[in-house]
Structures are given as C-alpha cells and as structure tokens.
C-alpha cells in the first residue's frame, strides 16, 4: 500500500532563512511525487513533481524538491523563505502500479516569520 | 473562463437532508476526483472518476454518491447529511497519464448542523 508522511505537523522559520519541509514515502513500485501549497481558504495547487532523471527538482516560486530514493524521501526546499511562503503543504505520490490514485501526506504547516 | 470550478462555495444544511455539490473542468480531463479536507487528516479521497460513467470508491466512500454523465461535470451527493460530513470537500481533476499532476477546484464549505 501507499503511504506518505510528513513528520512536522508545523514548520517555523525566520524571513530569509533556509527553509525544508520533510516528506517520507511508502510504495510498492516506482512512486511519481508531487509538493502541492494552500493559501486559506483556497484549493491546492501545483508546486513541483518527481518523476525520473534528476533527484533535484525545481518548481514554481523558487521552490526545489531532491528525491532520495535510499531513504524513500523527498523534501521540499527553497534557499531563502519569504512571508509570503506561509502555507499549508502538503506531499503526495503516486505509485504507477495504483493507476491514478494520488496518496496526500497530513500536511505541513509552515510559518515563516518576518 | 478555463479551469475547475466548484458550486456552491459555501453550504449550511441540516441533518438529513440530501446536498448535492458540483464540480465543472473545463480541460475534458479524463479523471476527476472528490475529497474532504479535516483537521488531522489531510485530504481523504472519497470518490474518483476515470472517464465518463466510470466511477469508483475512495478511502471514504460511505453516505456519498456520485455520477459522470459528462467528461466535464462530476457532482457529489450526501444523501442524508450527517454532521460528521462537515467538511470542506475538493474537487480535482487530472489528465491521463500517471505522471500528471492534478488540479483543484477552490473547495465547497459544507456545514452541516
């Protein structure tokens, strides 16, 4: 079965700092991983996605993502956080051998503090 | 206007009642999906569509009912509102093709009192 898992339920960084929100995964085959944000009261949406070559992946708004398959992991990354970024987060994988099913994490609460 | 919409944006309704919530893409993408979002649960899938008339259960099926007559609409119906289906419920669609990230309608707000 598929699993993901985000270990932080809240993320606290000061503005311009490094930030990293942490997501482990669970499948049975190759997984497809995808970062998605939430603004409140708005729907999820697309920040980046694994799906083979390189294990750095980089997306929108300055975010990057490195897929680590030894430790089945895929953290979501940006080098300098803004207040903006503050956010839900949430990871999501999907293993090939399930079709289309997406598996979300419990999401990360991330706080970037000005 | 291209994209996912969802209607109505927010919904109070009493137990029992029957709640039917829309959901429109415009992409004719081939699945589509319902979820709800909870506090400490992250978003549960409930139902999902791959194609027109091609429905099948979620992790959290139980006192909803959908349909897909048409690629682009997919309506999700709470027969008999509970209060434990308060919730605020996400409608997402994706294009075929296991790579393909999916994209989210702007959520309903159900209250159920």
Redesign the interface.
Known sequence: AQSVAQPEDQVNVAEGNPLTVKCTYSVSGNPYLFWYVQYPNRGLQFLLKYITGDNLVKGSYGFEAEFNKSQTSFHLKKPSALVSDSALYFCAVRDVNYGQNFVFGPGTRLSVLP | DAGITQSPRYKITETGRQVTLMCHQTWSHS?M?W?RQDL????R?IY?S?AADITDK?EVPDGYVVSRSKTENFPLTLESATRSQTSVY?C?S?AGG??N???????TRLTVL
């Open positions: 699945y999906f979820y400490g649960h992250g978003l899938l999902y791959a979620g996400f997402a994706v296991a790579y990230e999916q994209f989210f309608g702007p959520g």
